[in-house]
């Protein structure tokens, strides 16, 4: 079956630190891949997308993503969080209908 | 702003009543989703429409969930007979529609339903 994962829930991390976001995703072919970030009082917001080409995404607020096909995965990270960086992530995967399937997300809290 | 505007932004109803959400997408957006989280989950994709072609109602969970859109503006969302299992925040998103699926899609606010 088609689907993505999130290994976890949650993530603290210092202000200034860096950050990785697992995702993983079942698919039998090159996925369209998305993360998405929930802030409070804010909505969802696009924070990158792959699709094809070079393997290393960049997106907005200074987070990148790397696609991986040989370990299905597509993990997020940012070089030095900040404070307004704390929010819910997700992970999400267009499956072969073109219906966004999504990960149940992982909540980053940033120690001060 | 011109942004995803959702009304109400909380409902609290009584079992078996029936519900309905609205959403305005950004002007000129030719697709409009619906999807729903519920508490600690990712999003469950509800029902896509793409200008006048024929709504994707494939998410919709059972007959009790229905929606409408008029020409490529507002959209219902109505859900009949609610139940417990239906308490979720409901969300929506529009897009250009150029892209399918893969277009960026902009979010709501959301509304909060809450079935008693």
């Known amino acids: 079956a088609q689907s993505v994962t999130q290994p976890d829930i949650h993530i603290t991390v210092s202000e200034g630190a860096s950050l990785e976001l697992r995702c993983n995703y079942s698919?039998?072919?090159?996925?369209?891949l998305f993360w998405y970030v929930q802030s409070p009082g804010q909505g969802l917001q696009l924070l990158l997308k792959y699709f094809s080409g070079d393997t290393l995404v960049q997106g907005i607020k200074g987070f990148e993503a790397e696609f991986k096909r040989s370990q299905s995965s597509f993990n997020l990270r940012k070089p030095s969080v900040h404070w307004s960086d704390a929010a819910e992530y997700f992970c999400?995967?267009?499956?072969?209908?073109?219906?966004?399937?999504w990960g149940a997300g992982t909540k980053l809290i940033i120690k001060p | 702003g011109a942004g995803v505007s959702q009304s109400p932004s909380n409902k609290v109803t009584e079992k078996g009543k029936d519900v309905e959400l609205r959403c305005d997408p950004i002007s000129g957006h030719t697709a409009l989703y619906w999807y729903r989280q519920r508490l600690g989950q990712g999003l469950e994709f509800l029902i896509y429409f793409q200008g006048n072609s024929a709504p994707d109602k494939s998410g919709l969970p059972s007959d009790r969930f229905s929606a409408e859109r008029t020409g490529e503006s507002v959209s219902t969302l109505t859900i009949q007979r609610t139940q417990q299992e239906d308490s979720a925040v409901y969300l929506c998103a529009s897009s250009w529609g150029v892209g399918g699926y893969a277009d960026t899609q902009y979010f709501g606010p959301g509304t909060r339903l809450t079935v008693l």
């Open positions: 698919y039998g072919a090159t996925p369209y």
């Open positions: 999400v995967f267009m499956d072969s209908n073109y219906q966004l399937i």
